[in-house]
């Protein structure tokens, strides 16, 4: 059998799902050694996604484009379910909390269902138009993805964190395998941080790239509006942390408000509105 980067995407979904299955029932049924399979399989679907996007820049360049897989809605995709489990997998490991892996592995499981059974959205490798043929695109791309993933956590957290907190009486069962509501208020605020300052790169690095190859820095394409009405929204959430001592409920729900921007952004740009970013809706 010839394993194609696709093939190996088509696994990493099913993978993925049946991840996000075994953390919901380490949740529910809270059994810690479901937890730890849920782990393993995360793990496991993480690398041979990683090894399926090796595989896919190889293949460009065996067909004669020679691109980053970065460039269309399929990669992006692609992408952003493997920043996405890898910012959750750093977490895991530094909090110890595998429930959490319950709010967050569906973002990466749905975004590569989506990638994979959409049937608009086309998978085969084609060649970059023009204006992608730029050493910004890898740049701008992770800078971005990196935020993007970094806010689909925290919308996961923020989630968790209102659950946890509209049953706060109780301290066992499917509530008491929830951490504390202070740690995920922490967590939620350290994670939109490091989103934050990601997706300040991102616009930065798409300003650079929009300078490169149009002539000019900003010029309110719609995927460039709505990328700063999503830093206006996280930048609102940060101010309102440090300087009117905001955090709880309020943070949790700018979390998830800030990541339907995020999806906006993604997605109603791409099939909603006509622009210069018009090509990522490919």
């Known amino acids: 059998m010839t394993f194609s980067s696709s093939y190996l995407f088509s696994l990493t979904t099913f993978i993925y799902m049946g991840?996000?299955?075994?953390?919901?029932?380490?949740?529910?049924?809270?059994?810690?050694?479901?937890?730890?399979?849920?782990?393993?399989?995360?793990?496991?679907?993480f690398v041979i996604?990683?090894?399926?996007?090796?595989?896919?820049?190889?293949?460009?360049?065996?067909?004669?484009?020679?691109?980053a897989p970065l460039s269309n809605l399929y990669e992006s995709l692609v992408f952003f379910s493997w920043v996405t489990v890898l910012v959750y997998l750093i977490i895991e490991w530094q909090v110890k909390q595998r429930v959490i892996g319950a709010f967050a592995t569906p973002f990466a499981s749905l975004a590569m269902a989506y990638a994979s059974f959409s049937p608009n959205i086309e998978d085969k490798i084609q060649p970059l138009i023009p204006a992608l043929k730029s050493n910004w695109l890898i740049i701008h791309v992770i800078t971005c993805f990196l935020g993007y993933a970094s806010f689909a956590v925290a919308c996961g957290l923020g989630i968790m964190y209102l659950i946890k907190n509209r049953f706060s009486g109780g301290s066992a069962g499917m509530m008491g395998v929830i951490p504390d509501c202070k740690v995920l208020d922490e967590l939620?605020?350290?994670?939109?941080?490091?989103?934050?300052?990601?997706?300040?790169?991102?616009?930065?690095?798409?300003?650079?790239?929009?300078?490169?190859?149009w002539g000019t820095y900003w010029s309110w394409d719609p995927k460039e509006t709505w990328s700063l009405i999503t830093w206006f929204v996280y930048a609102t959430a940060l101010h309102a942390r440090f300087v009117r001592g905001w955090a709880g409920r309020r943070i949790a729900y700018l979390a998830i408000v800030g990541f339907v921007s995020v999806m906006f952004t993604y997605f109603g740009v791409n099939f909603l509105l006509s622009g210069l970013h018009s090509y990522g809706s490919q």
């Open 19 to 45: 991840a996000a299955a075994l953390y919901l029932t380490h949740w529910i049924f809270r059994v810690q050694k479901v937890g730890l399979l849920a782990t393993v399989v995360t793990v496991g679907g």
């Open 49 to 67: 996604q990683t090894v399926g996007i090796g595989l896919r820049w190889i293949e460009s360049y065996q067909l004669g484009y020679g691109h």
């Open 188 to 213: 939620i605020h350290q994670t939109i941080i490091f989103g934050f300052l990601w997706l300040t790169l991102g616009i930065i690095t798409g300003a650079i790239w929009a300078n490169d190859a």
